[in-house]
């Protein structure tokens, strides 16, 4: 009896993480920029909370249709190519194994056992073979746009909500400096976290998220300061 062995790859999460870790991502840089912003142009803590809010509910519908759009484009892409590798198989069978056996020669096979192997995997799924050494085609990084829109919406949220608790609890005099500093460490666990989970450098990815963090807040700081002084 076989036994089929078993391994988790971090790519099998890659579609869901990549979504959750931008949404939150995100909530987080753009609701702290607009509060710090708005707060820059000296609005009253009230406007500015009712600001952020609104920047939540609009960004977070923003980020499920803009990921709902891109990831059903490719899974149209994905599926128009599979109707034509389909009508391929039936137009030109003989051709289809020899295009087969061709990639797992290129890969290092010798052509008899090639042959051999593009004839075992078409009798047994011909698509599915097709699909994946063909196309390049992974059932792990396959389109799921409902998936990836639910991701995308509920991170930002949840992203967004941490500036938005934070503006909420201090006072007009220290909430461009605590909600810019606490914005950045949220930025830098997430970055982190984000990192872990995919293998990276902990320290790279939290550089790097925390510093375009900051340089959108500054960005968006000097504009509400601007405005609020031309006011």
């Known amino acids: 009896m076989l036994l089929r062995h078993r391994e988790g790859h971090r790519i099998d999460s890659i579609g869901w993480l990549r979504a959750a870790v931008l949404g939150a991502n995100d909530g987080i840089v753009s609701t702290a920029s607009l509060v710090i912003g708005v707060a820059a142009a000296h609005a009253p803590h009230a406007n500015i909370l009712v ?9 977070a519908m923003s980020m499920a249709a803009g990921e709902y759009v891109s990831v059903h484009s490719q899974a149209d892409t994905e599926n128009a190519e599979l109707e034509w590798e389909r009508k391929e198989l039936a137009a030109d069978d003989k051709g289809e194994h020899q ?3 061709g990639i797992y020669i290129a890969r290092g096979l010798d052509p008899v056992l090639a042959k051999q192997v593009a004839q075992q995997l078409m009798a047994h799924d011909a698509l ?10 992974s059932t792990a990084l396959s389109a799921r746009p409902i998936q990836a829109a639910f991701a995308s919406a509920g991170s930002f ?4 909500a941490l500036p938005l608790a934070v503006t909420a609890m201090v006072s007009d005099a220290s909430l461009i400096y605590v ?6 460490l949220f930025l830098a666990l997430l970055g982190g976290l984000a990192a872990r989970v995919g293998g990276a450098g902990v320290v790279t990815g939290a550089t790097r998220v925390t510093f375009w963090g900051a340089l959108a807040m500054a960005i968006t700081a000097g504009v509400g300061a601007l405005f609020g002084t031309v006011a």
């Open 157 to 160: 949220a949840v992203g967004a």
């Open 179 to 184: 909600v810019s500093g606490s914005s950045l």
């Open 99 to 101: 295009e087969l056996a």
């Open 128 to 137: 599915g073979a097709h699909a994946r050494d063909e196309l390049g085609f």
């Open 51 to 59: 600001a952020g809010v609104a920047g939540l509910v609009a960004g």
